[in-house]
T-cell receptor, first 114, second 118 residues
């Protein structure tokens, strides 16, 4: 099976702009989670989508949003970018049954805000 | 709230030797999952090993094994016969199960950077 894919891999934006990142989960996986990784804060959970519904949300401002499509692909959007949004954004997918509860990660999107 | 602590920011091991990375966690839950992920310079997060809290037997995956001490809330990773390709950041992570509507996101430690010397 193909792994989790994320596009684009690299992005450079300026303050005030908005950005959309995309994630395609492993085939058959129905849950997609997003994480932000920065040197200072480490890995922090953004949100999780399951069957097109946001099931879980981390402690991030409303500028961070996401959605999931019927094919389980997910997008996250960051509006009004700030310098502090520069980070590696990781997407992870999981099968979500009671047996397989492991999240598998994509390669990440590296966002630089200037 | 659950927390995960990795007290060793950096570790070093000689090739072919054994190294143990430490992880402790805090939770009031009795059912949960623990993971070790590896992040090499490519930044791809790779699952190394996982442990279900209800299982007393320690998980093993080839050269990787864990020492899970539930009462002590300790979850260390042992890497045997270390190889140059093992050099990476290692993250310990905690996760609650999905059933019962609980939040199933991963909670990560700050990571341990492992260097392997030839």
């Amino acid at each position: 099976k193909a792994g989790v894919t994320q596009t684009p891999r690299y992005l450079i934006k300026t303050r005030g702009q908005q950005v959309t990142l995309s994630c395609s989960p492993i085939s058959g996986h129905r849950s997609v989670s997003w994480y932000q990784q920065t040197p200072g804060q480490g890995l922090q959970f953004l949100f999780e989508y399951f069957s097109e519904t946001q099931r879980n949300k981390g402690n991030f401002p409303g500028r961070f949003s996401g959605r999931q499509f019927s094919n389980s692909r997910s997008e996250m959007n960051v509006s009004t970018l700030e310098l502090g949004d520069s980070a590696l954004y990781l997407c992870a997918s999981s099968l979500v049954d009671l047996v397989q509860e492991t999240q598998y990660f994509g390669p990440g999107t590296r966002l630089l805000v200037l | 709230a659950q927390t995960v602590t990795q007290s060793q920011p950096e570790m070093s091991v000689q090739e072919a030797e054994t190294v143990t990375l430490s992880c402790t966690y805090d939770t009031s839950e009795s059912d949960y999952y623990l993971f070790w992920y590896k992040q090499p310079p490519s930044r791809q997060m790779i699952l190394v090993i996982r442990q279900e809290a209800y299982k007393q037997q320690n998980a093993t995956e080839n050269r990787f094994s864990v020492n899970f001490q539930k009462a002590a809330k300790s979850f260390s990773l042992k890497i045997s016969d270390s190889q140059l390709g093992d050099a990476a950041m290692y993250f310990c992570a905690y996760r609650r199960p999905y059933y019962g509507g609980s939040q199933g996101n991963l909670i990560f430690g700050k990571g341990t950077k492992l260097s392997v010397k030839p």
